[in-house]
Structures are given as structure tokens and as C-alpha cells.
């Protein structure tokens, strides 16, 4: 039996429908990341499982319990919220035993469970500060141990790293997935970060203008995205989209003279291509080819931005290290036939069965 369960979830605001239908479940000790552009109702996702808002819908089970009418008091969870939500004239001490007061907990239990919360945050040295006194890591640690005092096995959170550099989001990353792990703690965790969800999930719920686009594994959601919104919002920089060029069942990318698919259905289909998964030739030896428009140095890589001959499409290429090239020069474009994705340009949805009609293509490509 699943641990949290969500069936048919729906939440409008007014007109604004928030939530669509939604429905997933959680297996205890599961790192689930909920992943998606702002708007899309990822936040709202999680202060409807906190009991923060009510669904109009559906029902939600914790532990084969209908809590979808309980208040949050009653649903036995800890939540972290964006801006840590510390009381500022509180210490670092009674800020992590705010919640055992509020609840009423035996008062005998505080001292043991402070001290193991203290040590396991890094906060000993900590306690009779101010939040005002605090970096932004150590108000992050604060939050993140008033969640694990409370000892609830579910732990909601709500971008809990949007507040902090780069260089400190990598470490507190590591450090949350530690802590997961380490209590055995089943997440729910929001974000629109995909590097966070990434590496940190075990599976993402990826969602798009309130419904559940795709959920998978990030390795299933990188290399078999189901559309084009998933295809181009995991991984960076977003996977190429080009249109092809339909004659009858035969479709073209750009300048090539020889069909990219055969005998492909009489519809307007797209082709997918990851930035890493192509390589540049030389003019006379490619199949397509493409104008330098701009080159971007990231350090380990170079990104090369080329407009395709006889046509207004762009295609992202990355390649290691740095690359020097003029802009307006002319490249060539190669890469092998498993790295294709096509998409129905109408409905945005993978068409999956067209890998059996490039097998035939496989010469066809500089590759």
C-alpha cells in the first residue's frame, strides 16, 4: 500500500483552475520532487497535501487515512517553507522547541530531542542567537531542524533553497538529501529548479499549467521525455525542436536532400535533438548545415548557436571545452540516428513509433 496517496486532486481559483485532476502516489521513505514553472501549481500542490488550502475534489490518504478534511495539526507533517518562516525575536533555541510548546508535548522530552536536533543541524554553537544573527545557511539549518524535531515521518518543502547563493544551494542540496536518508523521512519537495530535482529525487512529478505533464524517474524524464514541454524543460540548455518538412509521408529537416523519416504518417512532426548529441563536421562531409550566429563560453563547454540553411530554425550545439569560430561561418551538423526524438507538432506528444522508420536512415547521416 502506498504510504501517501493523491486521488483526482482539483483546486480552482475563480476561473484560474490551479490543480487538474491530479493523482500520484508515494511510497514511504520516498524523495518525490514536484517540478515545474512558476504558475503552474506546484506550490499549491503542497499546502493542499499540508491542509493549508482544501481541494474542491479528490481525496488525499496518509497512511490509508482520508485526511483531506484535517486540519494541518491533525495530518502529522512537518513543512519548511520558502522564507523558513523563524520568529525573529525568538533564539535559535526556542525557535526549534516552538512547535513541541504549541503542540503541548511532554516538556521532559525538549532537552534530548533538542540536543539530537542541535547536533545533527550543526546548531550547538548556535542556540541563543537571534535568526538576525544567523547566515542565511544557518536560518536554513534552523527551519530544517524545527521540521525534524517533530519527529513526523512526512516532510513537505517549499523551494527552501530559492533564498541562497549558488555555491551554498550545492552543499545544502547534499546536506537535505543526507538528512532524508538518514531519518528515513518520506519529501515532498517543490521546486522549479530542475538541477535540485534532479539530484536530489527519486522520482519527479513534473507539472505544467496544473496537470501532471509527465512522472518519472530524472533519468526516464531526461532520455524518454513524453512531450516537447518535458523535452525542453529538463536539461539545459533545452533540447532542440525543429520543424520538418512534410511530402506526402516523407519528412525533411532543412537543406537535406534526402528524407529524415519514410513512410511516416501524413502529419506535421517535429525532431528533437539534445545540444550534447550533436557534433560539427566539415561542410563537404554533412547532411545538413548550418550559419555560426553566436558562441557562449561556459567554462567546460562551448554552446554554438547555428541558423539552418534554407530556413529560420536555430539548432543549439554543445561541445567540450572551448571553441573558437567566426560568426557567419559555415558547419556542418552530425549525430547518430538514437539520438532522435519526434513529436507531434500539433499536440506536442512523443510519437514514439517512428524509431522504426529511421532504421533505414542510418547511412543517410554523417555520422
Not at 38 to 51: D, F, I, N, P, W
Not at 100 to 118: H, S, T
Amino acid at each position: 500500500m502506498s504510504y501517501l496517496s493523491l486521488h483526482r486532486i482539483s483546486k480552482a481559483w475563480g476561473e484560474k483552475i490551479a490543480l487538474n485532476d491530479i493523482s500520484f502516489d508515494v511510497q514511504e521513505g520516498e524523495f518525490i520532487a514536484l517540478l515545474g514553472p512558476s504558475g503552474c501549481g506546484k506550490s499549491t500542490m503542497l499546502r493542499t497535501l499540508a491542509g493549508l488550502e482544501f481541494a474542491d475534489s479528490g481525496a488525499i490518504y496518509f497512511q490509508q487515512q482520508d485526511v483531506s478534511r484535517l486540519s494541518p495539526s491533525q495530518r502529522k507533517l512537518s513543512m519548511v517553507f520558502q522564507s523558513y518562516a523563524l520568529f525573529p525575536h525568538l533564539s535559535v533555541r526556542e525557535n526549534l522547541l516552538f512547535g513541541l510548546r504549541a503542540r503541548g508535548e511532554d516538556k521532559r522530552q525538549f532537552a534530548p530531542r533538542l540536543a539530537d536536533v542541535a547536533k545533527l543541524m550543526e546548531l550547538e554553537t548556535l542556540l541563543d542567537r537571534l535568526p538576525s544573527q544567523l547566515s542565511g545557511g544557518q536560518q536554513q539549518r534552523v527551519a530544517l531542524g524545527r521540521a525534524v524535531i517533530a519527529n513526523n515521518k512526512l516532510c513537505l518543502m517549499d523551494e527552501p533553497l530559492s533564498n541562497l547563493d549558488a555555491k551554498l544551494r550545492q552543499s545544502m542540496r547534499r546536506e537535505i538529501r543526507a538528512l532524508q536518508k538518514k531519518l528515513g523521512l518520506t519529501m515532498i519537495y517543490v521546486t522549479h529548479d530542475q538541477t535540485e530535482a534532479m539530484s536530489m529525487a527519486d522520482r519527479i512529478i513534473l507539472l505544467n499549467d496544473g496537470a501532471i505533464e509527465q512522472q518519472d524517474t530524472p533519468d526516464n524524464l531526461y532520455n524518454n521525455p513524453s512531450s516537447v514541454f518535458t523535452a525542453q524543460f529538463i536539461g539545459a540548455p533545452p533540447m532542440n525542436i525543429l520543424p520538418l518538412r512534410a511530402e506526402g509521408r516523407q519528412h525533411y529537416l532543412a537543406d537535406m536532400t534526402l528524407p529524415l523519416l519514410e513512410n511516416a504518417a501524413d502529419q506535421a512532426l517535429s525532431l528533437g535533438l539534445r545540444a550534447e548529441d550533436i557534433q560539427l563536421c566539415a561542410v563537404e562531409n554533412a547532411s545538413l548545415h548550418g550559419e555560426v550566429i553566436s558562441l557562449e563560453y561556459m567554462g567546460a563547454d562551448t554552446l554554438v548557436v547555428c541558423r539552418l540553411a534554407q530556413t529560420p530554425a536555430t539548432i543549439t550545439v554543445k561541445i567540450p571545452g572551448m571553441k573558437s569560430m567566426a560568426e557567419g561561418s559555415q558547419i556542418g551538423l552530425q549525430w547518430s540516428p538514437a539520438a532522435q526524438y519526434f513529436f507531434s507538432t500539433s499536440s506536442g506528444k512523443r510519437c514514439r513509433h517512428f524509431g522504426e522508420n529511421i532504421l533505414t536512415m542510418t547511412n543517410r547521416l554523417a555520422v
